[in-house]
């Protein structure tokens, strides 16, 4: 029975191909945005920080901060400003940012 009714939904599949495909998925487009300031990414790697692109069409960044053996406080969150606009995500796991430092996050508007 099983057998017979799989052959039903192929031959279906076959007489309408049209209705088996998935609709297309709209591509979410991101802001184009300038490349970032060479020298504000260098201040981000002196601290440990590492700085990786999203993807290979597109300027925004993915900073890591928690690899930085504790050097990332509050105050060091100012090095972000060179490249507000590009920092798509920010990781600041293990670092020794207090909730008074996240005021620094607030340039960030692609966060």
């Given at each position: 029975?099983?057998a017979?009714?799989?052959?039903?939904?192929?031959?279906?599949?076959?007489?309408?191909?049209?209705?088996?495909?998935a609709?297309?998925?709209p591509?979410?487009q991101l802001?184009?945005?300038?490349?970032?300031?060479?020298?504000?990414?260098?201040?981000?790697?002196?601290?440990?920080?590492?700085?990786?692109?999203?993807?290979?069409?597109?300027?925004?960044?993915?900073?890591?901060?928690?690899l930085?053996?504790?050097?990332?406080?509050?105050?060091?969150?100012?090095?972000?400003?060179?490249?507000?606009?590009?920092?798509?995500?920010?990781n600041?796991a293990?670092?020794?940012?207090?909730?008074?430092?996240?005021?620094?996050?607030?340039?960030?508007?692609?966060?």
């Amino acid at each position: 029975m099983n057998a017979l009714m799989l052959a039903f939904a192929l031959a279906a599949l076959q007489e309408h191909p049209a209705q088996a495909e998935a609709p297309p998925v709209p591509k979410e487009q991101l802001p184009a945005v300038a490349e970032a300031d060479p020298a504000a990414l260098q201040k981000i790697r002196a601290l440990g920080g590492v700085v990786l692109p999203v993807a290979a069409d597109t300027h925004f960044l993915s900073v890591h901060l928690g690899l930085s053996d504790g050097k990332i406080d509050d105050a060091a969150l100012e090095t972000l400003k060179g490249v507000a606009e590009q920092i798509l995500w920010l990781n600041l796991a293990g670092t020794g940012v207090t909730d008074a430092g996240l005021k620094h996050l607030a340039v960030l508007k692609n966060l």
